[in-house]
């Protein structure tokens, strides 16, 4: 059963009245949707209507265009990232928002308004991209030196690991090696 956008509405607004005595206002409030704004901070509440999944952003008033989801404040904080969206089946909404409410009331008041706090989510972001992309060529690399290997070919082997040298396992470092040796 897909979950009612007005009943998420209500509920997610009842849920995140907590905001309202520090400081926000409660901006939107549409079928799908809740926003509360401050001076600093804006705080969605969504309800994607075809995935039915709930998600929390947060966007800098000094700068609109970026948002920033729960997940990655919890992380900034120290915390292991378990959060991801929720599905929103009737059933399951107002646990969900419940959840999503306790988690923001439970992050560090100093962590959100904080001047250097944009630049630290951005960094964030650009180290967990360099990561994803570095496993990604790691992987390619990996997967075309076995094919290379089946080949006998030695030198596409050397060609294609030794950039990612430091990041190999002992075995791969091992094979890389042997095929610089049978090229000498």
Known sequence: MTPDPTAFTQIASDEFS???GQ????SRCEPGLVRFESDCLAIE?????RSSEMELYVQFVRDPGASY???EFLALGGRE???RAFMATSSTMTL???RLANQL?????ALLPDNELPGLLQGQRRDLASKLSLETRLQHAISAAEIAWKAKDFGAI???LSPLREHLSESETAKLMYCKSRLS
């Open 18 to 20: 907590f905001l309202l």
């Open 81 to 83: 990232c378990s959060y």
């Open 45 to 49: 509440i969504l309800l994607d209507a």
């Open 23 to 26: 400081g926000y206002n409660r």
């Open 96 to 98: 969900g928002i419940k």
């Open 69 to 71: 989801s729960l997940g």
């Open 105 to 109: 009331r439970d992050l560090p008041a």
């Open 158 to 160: 050397v060609e294609l």
